[in-house]
């Protein structure tokens, strides 16, 4: 995927997120921080599994990793490395049968 491209998906992701409010939480937005992060390992995932980030979006939304794994342990997340990272994610997949 060109660079162009990646842009592309990025900023469709972010318009998605923002006009959605997807990252309600406890009744206020998510932190700038927590924003990045996720958005990070959306396209670190998209990179290791081959698929846009569009679709890996899609695929952490509908399972609830967003909001119930990545955003309440963002403090812990974001300091441990980004393949420790999509690991877990991938495990948190597994283990609710979503196909990678």
């Known amino acids: 995927m ?8 990025y900023r469709r992701i972010l318009l998605t ?4 409010s997807i990252f309600v939480l406890y009744g206020g937005f998510m932190i700038q921080d927590s ?29 609830g990793c967003i909001q119930k794994f990545l955003v309440p342990n963002y403090e812990i997340m974001h300091t441990q490395g980004t393949d420790f990272v999509v690991s877990d994610i991938e495990e948190y997949l597994k283990v609710r049968k979503v196909a990678i």
Not at 17 to 20: A, D, F, I, S
Not at 47 to 62: C, E, G, I, M, T
Request: hydrophobic share 45%; with cysteine; aromatic share 14%.
């Open 2 to 9: 060109g660079s162009l491209q990646k842009w592309v998906a």
């Open 17 to 20: 997120l923002r006009k959605k």
């Open 35 to 63: 924003f990045e992060f996720v958005v990070y390992m959306i396209h670190a995932c998209a990179n290791k599994w081959n698929q846009l980030p569009s679709a890996v979006y899609k695929k952490l939304r509908d399972s």
